[in-house]
């Protein structure tokens, strides 16, 4: 069985939980702190030399991190992944878009709002990511004016974009002028196996 | 024919020239001066609607973007990317690691060294760069500690990471102190189809 090391807060991790539950595939569940540099120590830079979590320990204990390629490996071959080239890239090109152009705007604020202290270092932090965030949601919006999912049926580009996105809000996000956002996070939300983030 | 929309000085569209010299696969190559905002175009935004480059354009008109899904599509199929599902994943695992630890830093840097007056913002910019910069290049190095590519044989994995760690002392990380990155260096410079970025 495989053992996931996670951190129930974190989206990047639930992304995990997610797909697992929808393949209905039984794991192990390891939380870190990572307020309390759980992810730091000797024995889990030994797993995950970048020292974050998600990471999918396997039964032979090889270790895969970065929460979208857990994702690709689990899912291969299910119905999670599309089988055209083209449609494979494109799951791939919103998942990196995922971790580039959303990721570090969204989810690092709300992090910030969640776990630090006010400070000038907080604010400026904040007002430094509210572009980027404003505009990873506005393409997204744009996309899910022509498409229900992102591409082709629901597939791992949803799980992986789904996970910041639906607590956006949390982040200083608010998705009241995003409705197509809205609707596309109902149905994902309504895909068989879903499960909630906490 | 393909067609690639790039900036010379890119090690993001370089990864997809150097990829694509390896397989030899011919390509129209038009260059976007994203200095003067070519990539924010109404004609480029409907085919890349971030806005970035590199974007290729297959014949029918549609457009992949993200450099990394970019680098998937062309190497399906071939040597460039493993065949086994776990080495895949780890492929993946490598390039989501350039995209979030390695080019925020360094790629940044480099940007931002090259074309930015000085002022207290690029000042403060870039020493905030400097600890994620550092961090990822000691990954690299003890990952190269055994291992002669990142993943197996030589893969998109080595592209992804070599465009823009080869110039690293281009965004004030000399790489004196990582000796087996330099050796990587050389096998990369060392593969059939090699082209150099500029």
Redesign the interface.
């Known amino acids: 069985m495989v053992t996931l090391y996670d951190y129930l807060d974190s989206g990047n991790g639930y992304k995990i939980r997610l797909l697992l539950a929808q393949l209905q595939q039984r794991y192990n569940w390891v939380e870190l702190d990572i307020l309390a540099n759980e992810t730091r120590t000797p024995g889990f830079l030994a797993k995950n ?2 020292g974050r979590i998600p990471a999918l320990e ?1 039964a032979d204990g ?1 270790c ?7 994702l ?2 689990l899912a ?1 071959g299910s119905p999670f992944i599309p089988d055209d ?2 449609a ?3 799951v ?2 919103w ?3 995922e ?3 959303h ?2 705007y969204i989810a690092t604020s709300r992090f910030w709002l969640q776990h630090k202290p006010d400070s000038p270092e907080k604010s400026a932090l904040l007002a430094s990511k509210r572009d980027g965030g404003w505009a990873a949601l506005k ?1 997204m919006e ?2 899910l004016a022509k498409n229900n999912f992102f591409v082709g049926n629901y597939s791992i580009a949803d799980i992986a974009l789904f996970a910041y996105t639906h607590v956006a809000h949390e982040g200083g996000f608010p998705l009241d002028d995003f409705p197509r956002i809205q609707a596309w996070i109902e149905g994902v939300k309504a895909q068989p196996g879903f499960v909630s983030m906490i």
């Open positions: 030399p970048n396997l090889t895969v991190a970065e929460s979208n390629a857990i690709w490996y291969e080239r083209l494979r890239a494109q791939l090109q998942m990196f878009f971790q580039y152009s990721e570090p393409i744009e996309h």
